[in-house]
Each structure stands twice: as structure tokens, then as C-alpha cells.
Nanobody
Framework: QVQLVESGGASVNAGGSLKLSCAAA????????MTWVRQAPGKDVEWVST????????RYADSVKGRFTISRDNSKDTLYLEMNGLQPDDTAVYFC????????????RGQGTQVTVSA
């Protein structure tokens, strides 16, 4: 079955950077687009970014455009999200999900990794 395991979450100060990873297994990774979504405490899930299977097409939410970069390494079955200029509003649990989508609700997805940004 599909397995998605996120890592790289941490607590950082505003202005800091993090790079999240999502290790995929149980399916042919290179055949699928992939998506990042996030959920802040007490808020709905928010779509963040998506990338096609070849890594040649990406899209970003306006809230992260210019600060976050989605990428993938199909030789390693791994998806990435590089986050720069982090702000307290970026505090959330970040999930990777299978599929190329701009929807917030997308499954299957991993268990998430916590990102906390302090002012």
C-alpha cells in the first residue's frame, strides 16, 4: 500500500529556513504528481504546493509563492519542500500526498511533520 513518511520539521525563528522530505513507498513514485498541504492549529487544511511526476511543472499557494520550493528526486522516491523566510503563520503540520492537485483535501497522505515558527 501507499506509504508516505514526512520528516524535517522543527522549531525555528522567524526568517529561518527548513527543508522537508517525504519518503514514498508502495507505488511507482515517478508516475505520480505529488502535493504538500498543511494544517495550522484550529484551522482547515491548506493546500501549499504541487509538482507533476517529472518535476517539470509546479504550482504554489499565494501565501508561500517566492518563499517555498517544491522538488522531487525520482531516483530516491523522495519529495521535498524547501521553505525560506518562514513566518509564524507558517506554523502547521505539513503533509505530503499522492497526486497532482490544488485541493487541500487529498489522500492518501502521510502522518505529517510539525513546523513551528516563533516570532
Amino acid at each position: 500500500q501507499v506509504q508516505l513518511v514526512e520528516s524535517g520539521g522543527a522549531s525555528v525563528n522567524a526568517g529561518g529556513s527548513l527543508k522537508l522530505s517525504c519518503a514514498a513507498a508502495g507505488f511507482t513514485f515517478r508516475d505520480y504528481g505529488m502535493t504538500w498541504v498543511r494544517q495550522a492549529p484550529g484551522k482547515d487544511v491548506e493546500w501549499v504546493s504541487t509538482i507533476n511526476n517529472a518535476g517539470t511543472s509546479t504550482r504554489y499557494a499565494d501565501s508561500v509563492k517566492g518563499r517555498f520550493t517544491i522538488s522531487r528526486d525520482n531516483s530516491k522516491d523522495t519529495l521535498y519542500l524547501e521553505m525560506n523566510g518562514l513566518q509564524p503563520d507558517d506554523t502547521a503540520v505539513y503533509f505530503c500526498a499522492q497526486g497532482y492537485s490544488t485541493r487541500a483535501i487529498i489522500f492518501p497522505r502521510g502522518q505529517g511533520t510539525q513546523v513551528t515558527v516563533s516570532a
